[in-house]
């Protein structure tokens, strides 16, 4: 791939992209945002046949959150992306300017559970930041990713800015190899890994949004209906293949039996046919089958589900009982129809069961008290957290940095840091006065005077209150005259 390489068109097309003021490029994607809303029926039907996920799912999950981001996108990019000024503490006779400068040709490694929504948050944001894409989609989902070629092919794009190269695994490691100048990856932790390695060699910088194992408490002073509503829902739509989906529960032992008992009725009438997305990637099974194994291997208890409906579908599931923390279930992402849920007496016992795995990328408190659950949502080792919603609803409200910690990976899309995250910073700092320029005290010759004109800078700097500000100000005046007004060797 390296004499086809598909950045040496990037990089090309790239270069004159970049030279648009960013309120033109942002402009060049109005009609994308008419499409998308135009032919909505089209694509969500695209995306139905070849993902599986229910209709609803493709119109509200894919297209219309495509929509609702593009909107936002189009609208505040020229804002977030324009040079800022900066004023400086230590030199305020000279100023400077902080520009975004785009990184270049960026790669997006796509993934076949969201495979819409996600590339569009990432290659579209990419370009209106100025550089050039190549999206590698997931190659279960490739005809949902040709949605975005066709709603590109009508934005006025210069040749070669965005291509979409297909394949596997495979492809996405040699496109690495030909050194893309950022990467974003989307998908499963052990994948992340090899790509970050793989980054690592040139280097190239990584944006990586990886699995989550996603908890949500529920408090004793919860609305146990609205909560386990809300749990069925977070636990199995898009069939639970979402990396923030909830996998765990963590529910104050007063009203567990209670919400449990909610919560499996509401599980037991999820509708196969019309609500519960299908296995998408049928190596999923295996994992399905390795986790509900263990489980029943610990002696914990499946209170729902806990096989396949038929092929493609396996049934809403509940795992709880004594040891369920040390499972696989709870430690490890299922990515599927399955739950896990455990108690707590205390809000400390909460946050620790909460922070108690390696990855965190969404979390979700339910609790009548909202001071109450933002003391414990400001404990949580979680990139989002919502109070009295879903986490994974988070996704679709585009002023919001999506992102989490640990093995949830690193990087943000979306909201104003997904903007910045696919641009550097550039300083440029100038005299406030131009043509005002003397030899700076701190040049050579060293000597004495200027070790204590430093002093007097640094206390100057540190003065606590007017009265010793002034007075530090005034000696540090002195001694910086008396170094200016001197005539230096070099």
């Not at 009203?255 to 046919?273: A, C, Q, Y």
């Not at 994992?287 to 610990?298: G, K, L, Q, T």
């Not at 414990?376 to 989002?384: D, F, V």
């Not at 104003?416 to 641009?423: F, I, K, N, S, Y």
Request: overall charge neutral.
């Amino acid at each position: 791939m390296n004499e086809a390489s598909p950045f040496t068109q990037s990089r090309r097309a790239q270069q004159i992209w970049a030279e648009l003021p960013v309120e033109q490029r942002a402009e060049r994607f109005i009609p994308a945002l008419r499409m998308l809303d135009e032919r909505t029926d089209e694509f969500a039907a695209i995306i139905h046949q070849e993902n599986g996920k229910p209709l609803f799912e493709a119109v509200a999950h894919e297209v219309g959150a495509s929509i609702c981001y593009l909107k936002w996108l189009i609208e505040r990019a020229p804002e977030i992306l324009a040079e800022e000024e900066v004023s400086l503490s230590v030199f305020p006779h000279r100023k400077a300017t902080i520009q975004r400068v785009p990184w270049g040709a960026v790669l997006v490694i796509g993934p076949w559970n969201v495979p819409l929504y996600i590339p569009v948050g990432q290659v579209i944001t990419a370009l209106i930041a100025g550089n050039a894409v190549v999206l590698k989609p997931s190659e279960v989902t490739p005809k949902s990713a040709r949605i975005l070629e066709e709603l590109l092919s009508h934005c006025c794009l210069p040749d070669g800015l965005f291509q979409i190269v297909e394949g596997d695994g495979r492809v996405g490691a040699k496109l690495i190899k030909n050194k893309p100048d950022k990467v974003m990856f989307t998908g499963s932790v052990a994948t992340g890994r090899k790509v970050m390695a793989a980054c690592a060699k040139h280097p190239i910088p990584v944006t990586l949004e990886l699995g989550g194992v996603d908890a949500m408490i529920v408090c004793e002073d919860a609305n146990l209906e609205y909560a386990a509503s809300a749990a069925a829902w977070g636990a199995t739509f898009n069939g639970g293949q979402v990396c923030a989906s909830v996998e765990r529960l963590i529910i104050a032992e007063s009203v567990r039996e209670r919400f449990l008992s909610l919560l499996i009725d509401k599980l037991e009438r999820i509708s196969p046919e019309r609500d519960l997305g299908p296995i998408t990637f049928s190596g999923q099974k295996e994992v399905y089958n390795s986790h509900i194994a263990d489980a029943r291997e610990r002696a914990l208890e499946i209170a729902t589900g806990g096989h396949f409906i038929d092929e493609r579908r396996f049934a809403p599931t509940l795992v709880t009982g004594n040891g369920v923390t040390n499972a696989a279930i709870w430690k490890e992402e299922t990515f599927g129809p399955i739950v896990a849920a455990s108690g707590f007496e205390t809000d400390d016992q909460a946050v620790e069961l909460h922070n108690g795995i390696s990855s965190g990328l969404t979390a979700s408190i339910f609790s009548s008290n909202p001071d109450r659950a933002k003391r414990i949502a400001s404990r949580l080792k979680a990139g989002l957290v919502a109070i009295n919603e879903i986490g994974a609803t988070l996704y679709s409200q585009p002023e919001l940095p999506w992102g989490g910690v640990g093995t949830s990976g690193f990087g943000r899309s979306h909201g104003r840091e997904g903007l910045v995250d696919c641009t550097w910073p550039r300083v440029i700092e100038q005299a406030r006065v131009s043509n005002i320029e003397p030899k700076r005290p701190w040049w050579y010759p060293y000597g004495a005077k200027q070790t204590e004109m430093m002093k007097h800078f640094g206390r100057f700097q540190a003065a606590d209150g007017r009265i010793d500000q002034l007075a530090e100000a005034a000696k540090l005046g002195r001694a910086a005259t008396q170094m200016l007004t001197r005539t230096p060797r070099l």
